[in-house]
């Protein structure tokens, strides 16, 4: 059933659709990621029409970022990634970035921890955010559940998230829609 959202006050929010996550020559490359390039991409020019926002985030990890970390360490977890001005942690060339979007900066999993996202979005009276990109367990469902605990409507989009494995996916759907959020397909949303 298609849900309809009002365009002025929606934002899609594209999570870290960059070379290193979605390009086969990526440092953390998963197909799975690639292939949600495409989904991604038809979202955001479907609401651009509509006359939604887009927002893009990146994860981008200066080389010294871990180094005198207690615990927290992505470099030790999943090896050098995304590293601060490197093609790896560019864009991909297949998103139609504009001057009005906005593209986030972030250093962790979490698209709203330290960066400027929260306050664009109130600015710009946005309540509710269609949420697409890569990893669907890792970056996508902490930033949809920080939005959720800032009140904002956080909607992942099934079919436009990338993941490691399938389990993973169903998972990270499946948790935020039980506990901070909803779903939905490309295909569902509307806007009026």
Same mark, same amino acid.
């Given at each position: ?50 006359? &939604?926002?887009? $927002?893009?985030?990146? =994860? %981008? ?8 970390? @207690?615990? /927290? *360490?992505? +470099? ?12 790896? &942690?560019?864009? $991909?060339?297949?998103? =139609? %970035? ?8 972030? @250093?962790? /999993? *979490?698209? +709203? ?80």
């Amino acid at each position: 059933m298609p849900e309809t959202f009002e365009p002025t006050r929606t934002a899609v929010v594209v999570v870290d659709m960059q070379n290193g996550f979605c390009h086969p020559e990526g440092s953390l490359y998963a197909p799975p990621s690639g292939d949600a390039v495409e989904p991604v991409t038809d979202l955001v020019a479907r609401a651009r029409e509509a006359g &939604a926002h887009a $927002v893009y985030t990146r =994860d %981008v990890h200066p080389p010294e970022q871990f180094e005198n970390n @207690h615990y /927290y *360490d992505e +470099f030790d977890r999943w090896g050098e990634h995304v590293v601060e001005g490197t093609w790896d &942690a560019e864009l $991909v060339e297949e998103l =139609d %970035v504009r001057e009005e979007d906005l593209v986030v900066e972030k @250093h962790t /999993y *979490d698209a +709203f921890y330290r960066t400027q996202l929260e306050g664009w979005l109130r600015a710009h009276g946005v309540d509710d955010l269609l949420i697409c990109g890569t990893l669907a367990n890792v970056c996508v469902l902490h930033t949809a559940g920080s939005a959720g605990l800032r009140d904002f409507k956080p909607v992942l989009v099934r079919d436009a998230v990338g993941y490691l494995e399938e389990e993973h996916r169903e998972y990270a759907l499946d948790h935020a829609d039980w506990l901070f959020g909803e779903t939905t397909t490309v295909d569902e949303v509307a806007f009026d």
